[in-house]
């Protein structure tokens, strides 16, 4: 498996997104993306209420555990990377979740304006 280089949003060292629950397309804490990650899992975002009844109703149910794949179900607060295109659709919905911009990988920016992560930053001050 080969990682795209590790840089977040912001042009430094990807920082780790979250660990508990373990998140990331590899389940390694961190928003990495590779050839083998299509939805582009790059957006480290705080969950909210509001966002994972917009995931569910998308048909992304991210609240209900689901123990089969060691998923334990997301609450908000939770830490996750999200699918740059769901994070998109947010947006524009006018349901983003808060972003941790130094966690957020340098792919979302294929799907995501920078100034809209930005204005949702949760890690400037």
């Keep these: 498996m080969e990682i795209s280089e590790s840089v977040n949003v912001l042009g430094e060292k990807l920082e780790t997104c979250g660990t508990d629950p373990e998140t990331g397309f590899y389940r390694d804490g961190c928003c990495n993306v ?3 990650d299509l939805g582009i899992h790059a957006v480290c975002a705080v969950v909210t209420d509001d966002f994972l009844e917009f995931s569910k109703s ?3 149910d991210l ?3 689901r123990p089969e794949f060691g998923f ?3 609450k908000a607060g939770d830490n996750w990377c999200l699918c740059a295109v769901r994070w998109q659709e947010a947006f524009e919905a006018g349901c983003a979740p808060r972003v941790r911009l130094r966690a957020t990988h340098q792919a979302a ?3 995501c304006d920078l100034n809209d ?3 949702h930053a949760a890690d400037l001050s």
């Design 34 to 36: 590779g050839p083998d």
């Design 58 to 60: 998308r048909g992304n």
């Design 63 to 65: 609240s209900t555990p």
């Design 72 to 74: 334990p179900g997301l």
């Design 109 to 111: 920016l294929e799907k």
């Design 117 to 119: 992560l930005k204005v």
